[in-house]
Structures are given as structure tokens and as C-alpha cells.
T-cell receptor
């Protein structure tokens, strides 16, 4: 079954605005990762947050993790047209394999 | 460039053909993966190899046959595929299993006629 589920499925914003995507999961995890995928290309790792961490930053990215709610959020600040892509969360399940969610399609309009 | 290459980038094949997808990683990683990405479906893990040994086969039909001759190369042999097998096939590698960051190749866009 699907471990991570992103919300919303699609998001359209203007350049300069912030974009927030959420991920919910079902079982206990060791860590949660966020990936980005440009259309028809491979995924690119953005950030990894461990289960004992609550917040992590990388450039314009901010990730939070709430293990009590089994949820995570990815915030992209001051978005750019080049941020247009699909964003996926991935969690490691009991078998130590990564399970990906369905993704959020982000469109940043110039 | 992520250090993971895949060939071919695009492939069109008939249901009776036999073809192979190739993946190569230049990162010195020990684990390699095949994923299938279909439209409007989550990324599906197909196979996992760790130190050349298959550790995971996610109930994949036998018409998909993986091969890992060494830690740097991974193949996916295809035969008698179905139109519903049309998808983007992604290869990835990581230093260790699962919890490590995975590096993805650009994918092979497969169309089965």
C-alpha cells in the first residue's frame, strides 16, 4: 500500500510566492526524503529529515516533520519559474525500502 | 548529471520483441534499483540489488528480468511485454540500502505497441 501521500496533488502559484506541500504517511519511519522531478526526467534528491529531527533547511527549502501526526511539509520560499516540477516525499518502510507518494505537481507562473 | 546514466532514453517495441534497458552508475554505490513510473500512479519499486545480489522483487511479472553483473551496471531485460507496460523506467543507486539518498538516472521512456 502507498506509504506517503502528498497534498495537494497540484498547486499553481505566481513567481515570488511561497509554495507549501504536505506529505502524510502511515507507519513508523526512520527518515523521510523529498525529491523533485522535472517532466519526464529522473528524480533529484532535495532533502532528508530523520525521525528525531523536527525541521531542516536547505537554501530556499524548509522541511518539517511531525512524527506524532505522521506528516511532513515542504516549503519553497520565493518561488521561481524554474521550481516548476513534481515533488515527491519518500519514506523507508519496515522492509527498509523507499516508498514514494503520488507527488504534488507545482506550477510557478512567471 | 547525477552520476547515473540510462540507455536508451526512448524505446518503442512490439509485444513480441526482446529488448534490454541499461543503467550504469559512476558513484561507487553498492545498491541499485529499478522503478516503474506510469501516468497518474506512484513510483513503483520493481527490483533491488545490493552488492550484486537481488534483495527485492516486488511481485514483478516474469516478462521483466533484471541482471546485475557488477555493482556499477544494472540491466532490465524485456520480452513479450504488454501495452500496459508502457511507462518511464527509472534506475537509481545509493551507497547503502533504503534509508540512504538515492540518485536517479534520467529514465527510459518505453512504449509497447
Amino acid at each position: 500500500s502507498q506509504q506517503g501521500e502528498e497534498d495537494p496533488q497540484a498547486l499553481s502559484i505566481q513567481e515570488g510566492e511561497n509554495a507549501t506541500m504536505n506529505c502524510s504517511y502511515k507507519t513508523s519511519i526512520n527518515n523521510l526524503q523529498w525529491y523533485r522531478q522535472n517532466s519526464g526526467r529522473g528524480l533529484v534528491h532535495l532533502i532528508l529529515i530523520r525521525s528525531n529531527e523536527r525541521e531542516k533547511h536547505s537554501g530556499r527549502l524548509r522541511v518539517t516533520l511531525d512524527t506524532s501526526k505522521k506528516s511532513s511539509s515542504l516549503l519553497i520560499t520565493a518561488s521561481r519559474a524554474a521550481d516548476t516540477a513534481s515533488y515527491f516525499c519518500a519514506t523507508d518502510d519496515a522492509g527498509n525500502m523507499l516508498t514514494f507518494g503520488g507527488g504534488t505537481r507545482l506550477m510557478v507562473k512567471p | 548529471e547525477t552520476g547515473v546514466t540510462q540507455t536508451p532514453r526512448h524505446l518503442v517495441m512490439g509485444m513480441t520483441n526482446k529488448k534490454s534497458l541499461k543503467c550504469e552508475q559512476h558513484l561507487g554505490h553498492n545498491a541499485m534499483y529499478w522503478y516503474k513510473q506510469s501516468a497518474k500512479k506512484p513510483l513503483e519499486l520493481m527490483f533491488v540489488y545490493n552488492f550484486k545480489e537481488q534483495t527485492e522483487n516486488n511481485s514483478v511479472p516474469s516478462r521483466f528480468s533484471p541482471e546485475c553483473p557488477n555493482s556499477s551496471h544494472l540491466f532490465l531485460h524485456l520480452h513479450t511485454l504488454q501495452p500496459e507496460d508502457s511507462a518511464l523506467y527509472l534506475c537509481a543507486s545509493s551507497q547503502g540500502l533504503a534509508s540512504d539518498e538515492q540518485f536517479f538516472g534520467p529514465g527510459t521512456r518505453l512504449t509497447v505497441l
